[in-house]
């Protein structure tokens, strides 16, 4: 089915515009004389392969669910929440999407149906918290708790983006600092002592070697990295938890996601199987999706919840301990409170942390790089001078 836009007129002789999705031409023209509408026009919709690409960010996916919360909270329907929505919203993307939410909600559709419309803009847990809500009627608390969800994890993103920034921007300056000085600086001391007669001594040309040989593994391994990452996808999602010093931090990344979702989903009266589908569904790194797959298929065989999840090396022992102690009470959605808000101070002390002793390490690094290449540079000059004053 395709997707049309259409322009017609109602019997008061004023133009009508909108927009009918999966619906050939003669339902459209069906469904106009039903609503008393002339058409007067009507052309097929192609998205860019641009747009089709684009999804919300966390931000927008926040600003789109606590709006909705409000709107709703306030008794106004679904249909004209979106339409002043629409109006509201300031990124031209999202105030797109949702003035399309919003034709399609009008026609009939469900929000959640509309959602799967629009070719995966929504976050795929959106969506399945959107169909849950729909089915429970609790729309106003389900848009409440994803609000609070996707607030959470932008909040930690950009604490993660704080965190990285300086060391980022260090090292991109210094970079391009010490390539200057190999370049341009080290060669013009060594003409103009081999000009002047000079000999380059031997700990010069070892630390001139070093530094290319350097330079070209550093290369290669950068290189390697990225052709790993874009053409094996599936050993690339796995390999990011094994680097040294970062991958435990993405681990970590990933386990807080686990528990806010799963909070979520058994709050609002899932049951444990159908929250484990939702979050599979959502997760995006293979990797990760096939652990809990794995999980998955041994709870279905009768297997403990603290037990499976224990077997498949994602959660700290503290996590597991935890959720032990919430299955055994019959109380696992306290639990869960009490795991995400340990982790998530836990994550956020980390990362403070992290930036206290990177950002030392890096200048006394960098300071010695430099100086190691000046002072391979000046040795020869002083070698001269001391063999003139001689």
């Known amino acids: 089915m395709k997707k049309y836009s259409y322009k017609a007129l109602d019997i008061d002789r004023k133009i009508i515009k909108g927009v009918y999705n999966n619906i050939s031409v003669e339902e459209m023209v069906r469904d106009l004389n039903k609503r008393k509408l002339f058409l007067l026009e009507c052309k097929e919709v192609r998205e860019e392969r641009i747009g089709l690409k684009r999804k919300l960010n966390l931000k927008e996916t926040f ?28 990124e031209q993307f999202l105030k797109k999407k949702t003035w399309q939410l919003f034709q399609l909600v009008s026609q009939g ?17 959106m969506m399945c918290m959107i169909k849950i809500a729909e089915e429970s009627g ?17 909040e930690l993103k950009n604490k993660i983006k704080k965190s990285l920034t300086y060391p980022i921007i260090t090292l991109t300056v210094s970079s391009i600092a ?25 700990s010069t040309k070892i630390l001139i070697f070093l530094f290319d040989k350097g330079i070209m593994f550093m290369a290669m391994v950068i290189m390697s990295v990225l052709l790993c990452f874009k053409f094996n996808k599936s050993y690339s999602q796995k390999i990011k938890f094994k680097i040294p010093f970062i991958g435990k931090y993405i ?22 199987v ?35 999840l224990e077997c498949i090396d994602i959660f ?16 696992m959605e306290e639990a ?40 391979a540079a000046l040795i020869p000059v002083i070698n001269m001078t001391s063999s003139m004053k001689l």
């Open 63 to 90: 600003l789109f669910c606590q709006q909705s919360y409000y709107l709703i909270k306030s008794g106004i329907s679904v249909p004209e929440s979106l339409r002043l929505l629409s109006a509201r919203f300031k």
């Open 138 to 154: 609790n729309l106003e608390g389900i848009f409440y708790k994803l609000a609070r969800h996707y607030y959470y994890l932008e």
């Open 178 to 202: 010490i390539i200057l000085l190999r370049i341009k600086a080290i060669p013009t001391f060594i003409n103009m002592i081999v000009e002047m007669g000079g000999v380059v001594p031997k």
């Open 251 to 272: 681990l970590r990344w990933e386990e807080i996601k686990f528990v806010k979702s799963l909070s979520i989903l058994l709050s609002s009266g899932t049951n444990i």
């Open 336 to 375: 869960l409170n009490n795991i995400e808000i340990i982790l998530e101070q836990e994550f956020k002390y980390k990362l403070n942390k992290i930036s206290e002793i990177i950002e030392p390490a890096l200048i006394v690094f960098i300071s010695i790089f430099i100086g190691s290449i000046i002072i």
């Open 274 to 308: 159908t929250a484990l589908n939702t979050i599979i569904e959502s997760t995006d790194n293979g990797y990760i999706k096939d652990k809990y797959t794995a999980a998955l298929d041994k709870i279905k065989r009768g297997s403990g919840i603290y037990k499976t």
């Open 109 to 125: 559709e469900s929000l959640y149906s509309a959602m799967e419309s629009l070719n995966g803009i929504y976050p795929s847990f």
């Open 316 to 331: 700290q022992s503290f996590t597991i301990s935890m959720l032990s102690i919430g299955e055994t009470s019959g109380d």
